[in-house]
Nanobody
Framework: QVQLVESGGGLVQAGDSLRLSCAASGRTVSTFTMGWFRQAPGKEREFVAAISWSGRSTYYAASVEGRFTIFRDNAKNTMYLQMNSLKTEDTAVYYC??????????????????WGRGTQVTVSS
């Protein structure tokens, strides 16, 4: 079983940058698709970004394309989300997720097998 723990959230101003980390334990996730989702108050959880096990393929929601970068370090069993040019609409709880399936299949269902508890990101104007 995979345990995921997010960190790096906080309160920033619009235009600032923030880097989230997701540390995995319990087993290696080097062969897993990993991703980030977020949920804003009163809204449904939405897909943000995902990365293949090798790191060669990345996928982004249109709303974050060009501003966010997902990457991973399999040697550290850790995934990251670099968030630049943050907007107030990026305010949400960000969740890390991992799944053994290929990215396209995992993203299409939006239901990854393992989830972290989330980290709050608040962007003020």
């Amino acid at each position: 079983q995979v345990q995921l723990v997010e960190s790096g959230g906080g309160l920033v101003q619009a235009g600032d940058s923030l880097r989230l980390s997701c540390a995995a334990s319990g087993r290696t996730v080097s062969t897993f698709t990993m991703g980030w989702f977020r949920q804003a108050p009163g809204k449904e959880r939405e897909f943000v970004a995902a990365i293949s096990w090798s790191g060669r393929s990345t996928y982004y929601a249109a709303s974050v394309e060009g501003r966010f970068t997902i990457f991973r370090d399999n040697a550290k069993n850790t995934m990251y989300l670099q968030m630049n040019s943050l907007k107030t609409e990026d305010t949400a709880v960000y969740y890390c997720a991992a799944d053994p399936r290929e990215p396209v299949e995992a993203i299409s269902t939006g239901d990854f097998g393992s989830w972290g508890r989330g980290t709050q990101v608040t962007v003020s104007s």
